[in-house]
């Protein structure tokens, strides 16, 4: 099956600290990713998606300076929390998407867990 | 703007019993439907897909989509305590254009009882 890996698995920081997510497709070449956040007793949020070698389309309300994604290639996304604050702590949640012409279905990775002190 | 309702349980069903979760959507663009099962403090692991009106099975799960009501259900039959878990119903309005992000419900809490 599809596999989507994540680095690092968990994280804590000190307020107004840079944290980069590394999202990666193992097996298999993903047109597209997308970011979700999660915040506790939540759903999955979906705040960008990723295009391989475009710019990412965030969703209202999500700060494209303050998110940073680079999607450098078919298997690697990353997400950037930039200058975090207490209330970005959240389990982040990436996806990717084969984007083959009638099926959507979307792999998750295991998620990264942001905590900032 | 794109809605996804689900009760949020919990919903206590026996072992072995049939555990019915249900799911209704407010975009009749729609066009792919999913259920996905989240265990606590995990990434959501995918069950099932369907994209047609009607019934699809995947061993003990079945997925049901109605369109014109805007509903769909997860049937999981013979319920087993590692069922126990939140399942996400997830929606989608697949453009053809390239794919899009899942709208998520809040989840069902599901406990099956040995």
């Known amino acids: 099956g599809a596999v989507v890996s994540q680095h690092p698995s968990r994280v804590i920081c000190k307020s107004g600290t840079s944290v980069k997510i590394e999202c990666r497709s193992l097996?298999?070449?993903?047109?597209?990713m997308f970011w979700y956040r999660q915040f506790p007793k939540q759903s999955l949020m979906l705040m960008a998606t990723?295009?391989?070698?475009?710019?990412?389309?965030?969703e209202q309300g999500v700060e494209k300076d303050k998110f940073l994604i680079n999607h450098a290639s078919l298997t690697l996304s990353t997400l950037t929390v930039t200058s975090a604050h207490p209330e970005d702590s959240s389990f982040y949640i990436c996806?990717?998407?084969?984007?083959?012409?009638?099926?959507?279905?979307?792999?998750f990775g295991p998620g990264t867990r942001l905590t900032v002190l | 703007q794109k809605e996804v309702e689900q009760n949020s349980g919990p919903l206590s069903v026996p072992e072995g019993a049939i555990a019915s979760l249900n799911c209704t959507y407010s975009?009749?663009?729609?066009?792919?439907f999913f259920w996905y099962r989240q265990y606590s403090g995990k990434s959501p692991e995918l069950i099932m897909s369907?994209?047609s009106n009607g019934d699809k099975e995947d061993g003990r799960f079945t997925a049901q989509l109605n369109k014109a009501s805007q509903y769909v259900s997860l049937l999981i039959r013979d319920s087993q305590p590692s069922d126990s878990a939140t399942y996400l119903c997830?929606?989608?309005?697949w453009g053809g254009g390239g794919a899009d992000g899942l709208t998520f419900g809040k989840g069902t809490h599901l406990i099956i009882q040995p």
């Open positions: 975009d009749r663009g729609s066009q792919s």
């Open positions: 097996d298999f070449q993903a047109t597209t």
């Open positions: 369907i994209y």
């Open positions: 996806s990717a998407s084969l984007g083959l012409a009638g099926t959507d279905t979307q792999y």
């Open positions: 990723s295009n391989e070698g475009s710019k990412a389309t965030y």
């Open positions: 997830a929606v989608n309005s």
